[in-house]
């Protein structure tokens, strides 16, 4: 079993235990406290749900910081004259 602590906005709560819900070995040490702006989540989990956690973390991830496009020199230079 690995124990996992983390940090949720309380926006995204709802989601993070819907989701929580949906893994068999997962079981909270204490329920959520509210920290500031955040809720502070403790739970137990086997490895194999631990690593579908992290998919729901990345995801998170990719919305807050989302990939901009960078744009080369000579593609910059081209729209200018064109």
Known sequence: MITESFYV??????ECKDFIRTLS???????????FDEFFIKITLEAEDANK???????????DH?????ISLLNKIK???K
């Open 9 to 14: 906005k309380a926006s995204r709560l709802q």
């Open 25 to 35: 070995s997962v079981r909270f040490v204490h329920n959520p406290i509210l920290e």
């Open 53 to 63: 956690l992290n998919v729901l973390f990345n995801k998170w991830y990719n919305e």
């Open 66 to 70: 989302p990939k901009i496009e960078k």
């Open 79 to 81: 729209s200018i004259f």
